[in-house]
């Protein structure tokens, strides 16, 4: 699955870094994953994730019925939804969304996660300061 944060913070081993400076680190090193990812698709590939991730609904359940139009019977989908409302579901973070993500991911992009550790062992030594001192 995808990896979270902390295991991004600790595979980089972002440390000795401030927590500002950690989230810079790993949001540019998310957005090199992400430009690999899709680097290698089709035109038009990465404004559908575009569209999934940030949960237009419209477009989600167009995908859905495309892809996937039995999705509600799946252990997938009804396990995430068990997921995201254990809690009461503070943040109003639907389930076709999230599932929409993981199938988008699992269907465009099976190799997605030999791919992030590619990128990932790449900057896994860097010196960040010039990087950060750029960017202050």
Do not use: C
């Not at 404004?47 to 999705?71: A, M, R, S, T, V």
């Not at 599932?99 to 190799?111: E, G, K, L, Q, V």
């Not at 996660?113 to 960017?135: F, P, S």
């Amino acid at each position: 699955g995808k990896m979270n944060d902390y295991d991004l913070e600790h595979e980089l081993s972002l440390k000795d870094y401030t927590e500002p400076e950690k989230e810079q680190i790993i949001a540019e090193v998310e957005q090199r994953i992400g430009e690999r990812v899709f680097g290698t698709m089709p035109d038009g590939k990465e404004e559908e994730f575009q569209k999934i991730f940030y949960d237009d609904i419209d477009h989600i359940n167009w995908w859905l019925g495309e892809n996937d139009p039995n999705y509600r019977d799946t252990d997938l989908f009804k396990e995430t939804d068990e997921v995201i409302n254990e809690d009461g579901n503070p943040d109003n973070i639907r389930p076709e969304k999230v599932y929409a993500t993981i199938r988008w991911i699992d269907i465009n992009a099976p190799n997605y996660t030999e791919i992030a550790q590619e990128v990932i062992n790449e900057y896994k030594d860097k010196d960040w300061t010039e990087y950060l001192a750029e960017r202050k």
